[in-house]
């Protein structure tokens, strides 16, 4: 009897015991979280304070576990002058239509147009509005060494390298006609893909009609010179005319007037410089006026065609000058001027083709040649700048760290622009003269989240990470 009373009265202690524990658990877990800041106006020791490295809201005045994930709690230290300031106003609330953003109300409701139930939105902070602050306390600041750069205008400039290559300009492309009909007698090219230049020997054509012509000139100009009277000048001018439209040089009919004769065969010359792309002229072969010997791509002058990044391609515009280099002339830069800006970007590469036309006179440059170009921008006015390594870039939002004072620094939304030389462009967000923390700024991002000090953290707790 004695026996069974003894285990009746351990088993009611264990009970106690374990309902005290667990009210006790239950109390402070419902303390913390009744409130997000509950915990903030009830601990016993203002000097410092217990919390969650995973649930920032949870502040406790004694050490134990997390009573949301389990985990230890992290003792807090706050000077003994200050109060810790980690945190900004809350971000503002709205409710909208699922289906219709753009109805809006600022009480919950239902959609007036569908009926359905609206769903709350919470309001993006604008650029310039602070989103986190935080205050460092002694034990911090002997470990915290920044530096600072202050808010300044500056000159722009972008030097953009673009690689291009080298095409045969379409506004070149030229044929050698036969001006007038006859037979060909000698070919001097070769084959397709010659290279001829403009005054080179082409063919001898055997062409009465031309010979014709010849000894017209022959005579009107004896003429002319042994008797002087208008008539033959007039005689010989059109003679002269008429052999300089069918492609025979000024020195060609003078040597005929000196040697007294026409050739039989006369000797045809390129008009231009380029490749040969048709090879037409045979030997024996018979072409009436308008017919093309050779057609060529002329080279004397060719396109650079080069591709611009999507980023870039706002800032290109039409007379800009280009600096080019060849790997098959080293050494030599070659200027242009971008003449032609496609209208439509290339949505596989996500680039811009843009051309520049530069003199190719020696055919030194050949279709396909590789060729390295730098395009110096220079921006308009002299805008805000902040060096890249301030910006934290989140992909979402770009932030800043700005100082307040020794120990108070608070993070601002910016609006950025073009980036030049390290530096980057402010469009909104800051004043001239602000301090930005260039070094420090992650350990001050990263003391914000670890405590909530991010507006959007501490209206919802269970975002681990506010970017």
């Known amino acids: 009897m004695n026996k069974k009373l003894l285990i009746l009265l351990a088993g009611l ?116 509005e602070a989103i986190a602050k935080v205050k460092l306390r002694k034990s911090q600041m002997s470990h915290f060494v920044p530096s600072f750069f202050p808010v300044s205008t500056m000159k722009m400039t972008k030097n953009v390298r673009l690689l291009g290559s080298v095409l045969q300009s379409e506004d070149k492309q030229s044929t050698i006609p036969a001006r007038v009909g006859g037979r060909v007698e000698k070919v001097y090219i070769k084959s397709t893909g010659s290279f001829v230049k403009r005054g080179d020997p082409v063919l001898e054509i055997y062409s009465p009609k031309l010979i014709t012509a010849g000894q017209e000139y022959l005579v009107s100009r004896r003429s002319f010179e042994k008797n002087g009277k208008d008539d033959f000048k007039q005689l010989l001018a059109k003679a002269q005319e008429r052999l300089e439209l069918w492609g025979i040089r000024r020195w060609q009919y003078e040597s005929w007037y000196r040697n007294g004769k026409v050739p039989r065969q006369i000797v045809v010359y390129s008009p231009s410089t380029g490749i040969v792309q048709k090879h037409n002229a045979k030997v024996g072969g018979y072409f009436k006026e308008g017919q093309n010997f050779f057609e060529l791509s002329d080279l004397s002058e060719v396109w650079v065609e080069m591709d611009v990044y999507e980023h870039d391609s706002s800032i290109v515009k039409l007379g800009q000058e280009v600096q080019l280099e060849f790997s098959s002339a080293p050494g030599k830069p070659v200027r242009g001027e971008i003449d032609f800006i496609n209208p439509i970007l290339d949505s596989e590469s996500r680039t811009l083709k843009v051309r520049t036309t530069i003199p190719n006179a020696e055919g030194a440059l050949k279709p396909g040649m590789i060729a390295e170009a730098s395009l110096t921008v220079v921006f308009d006015g002299k805008p805000l700048v902040v060096p890249r390594t301030a910006i934290i870039d989140t992909g979402k939002r770009k932030v800043v760290w700005v100082k307040l004072t020794n120990k108070k620094f608070e993070a601002k939304i910016i609006h950025t622009g073009f980036e030049s030389e390290g530096y980057v462009e402010v469009k909104q967000g800051l004043k001239a003269g602000d301090q930005v923390v260039m070094d420090g700024n992650f350990l001050l991002d990263a003391q914000a989240q670890l405590f909530g000090g991010y507006s959007d953290m501490t209206r919802n707790p269970r975002n681990a990470h506010p970017h």
């Open 13 to 128: 202690t264990v009970s106690c015991t374990k309902s005290d524990k667990s009210s006790r658990a239950s109390s402070k877990a419902e303390t913390v979280q009744s409130d997000g800041h509950e915990g903030h106006r009830h601990l016993d020791n203002p000097d410092f304070y217990y919390t969650c490295a995973m649930h920032p809201e949870i502040r406790q005045s004694e050490p134990g576990k997390c009573p949301i994930c389990g985990m230890t709690l992290t003792k807090f230290e706050l000077d003994d002058d200050e109060t810790s300031d980690h945190s900004v106003s809350q971000l503002a609330e709205q409710w909208q239509c699922r289906d219709y953003p753009d109805v809006t109300s600022a009480i919950e409701g239902t959609c007036p147009i569908d009926g359905t139930p609206m769903i709350k939105q919470a309001v993006l902070p604008s650029a310039g």
